[in-house]
């Protein structure tokens, strides 16, 4: 079959090295690097000053490409870090899962809903099981890691330290295709609110009066309403104790008053299930804990 060439996957890297996209191979029709692990490192090439990894190994180099796809068809690998990207992977239910399960696509279609935000068009591919990776560039200066589930069942990320298979690439499973060529989009504002490290999300807020920060707390609030509404079952005081204590830095730093985060947590948190009275404690208990640590006497002390 035409696919499985060596000729195409060469091809198939360098469109991705064309996007500015850093790219390595994986074995042929499996979607593990083919490169070799630290153990076994010659220490000569790339890695004559020391083992370097696949991320550090990764490459737009159009030269370096034409060789490392030259006589064997891998598969592409996409570092996501150097290229500038985060990727949310949505996943399948696995064969034996119950089949009232839902799928990535369907999870991440609520959580925007909830949020009150349309499915994001950028560039999309199909998977091999099925699935299907949604691709986004980052916000300058941001370093983002993986995530897994954090957004919701079934959907991963995949920033700094990660990686995903190219289009082009195939498996036993099927191959990885482009469903929307559309260029990828900037990260939305509110996706970044709840993928951002909580101790690293000071930088939403440096210059708390500007008017980014402003729109980023107000993302930060729709995003973390909408991850109490959608908490599953036995994770919802959780999921609320958690945007509260997350929420609780805008108030600190006067970007939100806490009226209208205590009225908007306390909706959400009756909307999941939980009872008014512990949506009270919760949330007075969450946004305490926040503030007493947040507040400009604390960052100075």
């Known amino acids: 079959m035409t696919h499985h060439a060596p000729t195409a996957m060469l091809s198939a890297a360098l469109q991705a090295a064309k996007y500015s996209w ?55 690998g996409i570092a996501t870090g150097p290229s500038g990207l985060l990727v949310i992977d949505l996943d399948m ?27 994001p068009t950028t560039y999309r591919t199909r998977t091999a099981s099925g699935g299907h990776h949604l691709y986004f560039t980052t916000p300058p200066g941001a370093r983002l890691g993986n995530s897994a589930g954090r ?18 690439s195939f498996t036993a499973t099927g191959p990885y295709t482009v469903t929307d060529p559309t260029p990828p989009a900037p990260l939305p504002e509110w996706l970044y609110a709840l993928l951002a ?25 729709r995003a973390e309403t909408a991850s ?27 970007d939100l008053d806490r009226s209208v985060v205590e009225e908007a947590l306390q909706e959400a948190g009756e909307a999941a299930g939980l009872s008014a009275r512990q949506c009270h404690s919760t949330v007075r208990s969450g946004l305490n804990w926040s503030i007493a640590r947040n507040s400009p006497q604390a960052r100075t002390a």
């Open 93 to 119: 239910p696995k064969r034996n899962s119950s089949t009232d399960t839902p799928s990535g696509v369907t999870t991440f279609g609520a959580l925007c809903e909830r949020a009150g935000q349309p499915v």
């Open 228 to 254: 109490v509404r959608t908490a599953p079952t036995g994770e919802r005081d959780c999921t609320l104790l958690s945007a509260a204590r997350a929420l609780g830095r805008f108030i600190a730093w006067g």
């Open 197 to 221: 490290p909580r101790q690293a999300s000071r930088s939403l807020t440096a210059v708390a009066a500007s008017p980014r920060a402003s729109r980023y707390a107000a993302a930060a609030l």
């Open 22 to 76: 850093h790219v390595f191979p994986l074995r042929p029709a499996d979607k593990r690097p083919a490169l070799h692990g630290e153990a076994v490192c010659p220490l000569i090439g790339d890695c004559a000053g020391g083992h370097r990894k696949w991320e550090d190994r990764a490459t737009i180099d159009p030269d370096r490409i034409r060789r490392a796809w030259a006589d064997r068809p891998f598969n592409i």
């Open 151 to 168: 957004l919701g069942k079934l959907i991963d990320t995949r920033a700094h330290g990660g990686y995903v298979v190219a289009a082009g």
